[in-house]
Nanobody
């Protein structure tokens, strides 16, 4: 069993920055692919970014490429999402996910086993 706890959400003005953290406990963190997804009111959950277990391969959605960066610190069992140049359309609940069931599902929410409780990010215009 893996527990994931997100932190770092909040309210920021457009153009600002936030860093989300997701701390994992319970299993060997470094073995897991980790992902960030978000869900805005009335919309489906969408992929934001992901990192393979080694951290060497990272993926970012086109909508956040160049603004958001995923990174991980396996020694601290933590994955981060640095969000810069935030826009009002980035407003959503952001979820951390772990343990990819199949290799090709890195950007697919149903491919992950474990989820955090979510962190609200609100970007005001």
């Amino acid at each position: 069993q893996v527990q994931l706890v997100e932190s770092g959400g909040g309210t920021v003005q457009a153009g600002g920055s936030l860093r989300l953290s997701c701390q994992a406990s319970g299993r060997i963190f470094s073995n897991y692919a980790m992902g960030w997804f978000r869900q805005a009111p009335g919309k489906e959950r969408e992929f934001v970014a992901a990192s393979r277990w080694s951290g060497g391969s990272t993926y970012h959605a086109d909508s956040v490429k160049g603004r958001f960066t995923i990174s991980r610190d396996n020694a601290r069992n933590t994955v981060y999402l640095q969000m810069n140049s935030l826009k009002p359309e980035d407003t959503a609940v952001y979820y951390c996910a772990a343990d990819l069931r199949y290799y090709s599902g890195i950007s697919t929410s149903t491919a992950y086993t474990y989820w955090g409780q979510g962190a609200q990010v609100t970007v005001s215009s």
